[in-house]
C-alpha cells in the first residue's frame, strides 16, 4: 500500500498561482503512475492532470492545458501540480491518486488504486 498526503491548497485571487504537493509513503513513488483530480461542489470528481512513472508521459483536462504544469520528484517520493493564470471555476477540492499500471497516465477514476485526503483550492474573483 502507498499513502497518500496532498499539501498547499488555500485561498488564492484570479490570476494568481499555487502549487500542490503530494507526499507518497509505504511505497516508492517510482512505482506508481500519478493522478491529480478534482471535485468541485456539487460536481462529480474529474480528472485534471497525470502522469508516467518514470514522468516522460504527462496528459491534462483540456480546461488546463497551458496554465497547469504535473511533475514528480521520485527520489523525494513527491508529486507536484503547478497551477497558474487560476480561475475561479479552479475551485474545488484536489486529489492524488496512484496506480500500479505501468504506462502512459489514465484519465480514469476507476484505473487508481490509492487516493489521498484532498486538498481544497479556493480561487476568488
Known amino acids: 500500500q502507498v499513502q497518500l498526503v496532498e499539501s498547499g491548497g488555500g485561498l488564492v485571487q484570479a490570476g494568481g498561482s499555487s502549487r500542490l504537493s503530494c507526499a507518497a509513503s509505504?511505497?516508492?513513488?517510482?512505482?506508481?503512475?500519478m493522478g491529480w483530480f478534482r471535485q468541485a461542489p456539487g460536481k462529480e470528481r474529474e480528472f485534471v492532470a497525470g502522469?508516467?512513472?518514470?514522468?516522460?508521459?504527462?496528459s491534462y483536462t483540456d480546461s488546463v492545458k497551458g496554465r497547469f504544469t504535473i511533475s514528480r520528484d521520485n527520489a523525494e517520493n513527491t508529486l507536484y501540480l503547478q497551477m497558474n493564470s487560476l480561475k475561479p471555476e479552479d475551485t474545488a477540492v484536489y486529489y492524488c491518486?496512484?496506480?500500479?499500471?505501468?504506462?502512459?497516465?489514465?484519465?480514469?477514476?476507476?484505473?487508481?488504486?490509492?487516493w489521498g485526503q484532498g486538498t481544497q483550492v479556493t480561487v476568488s474573483s
Open positions: 491518486a496512484a496506480d500500479y499500471t505501468v504506462g502512459r497516465p489514465s484519465s480514469a477514476i476507476m484505473d487508481y488504486d490509492y
Open positions: 509505504g511505497r516508492t513513488l517510482r512505482m506508481f503512475r
Open positions: 502522469i508516467s512513472q518514470s514522468g516522460s508521459f504527462t
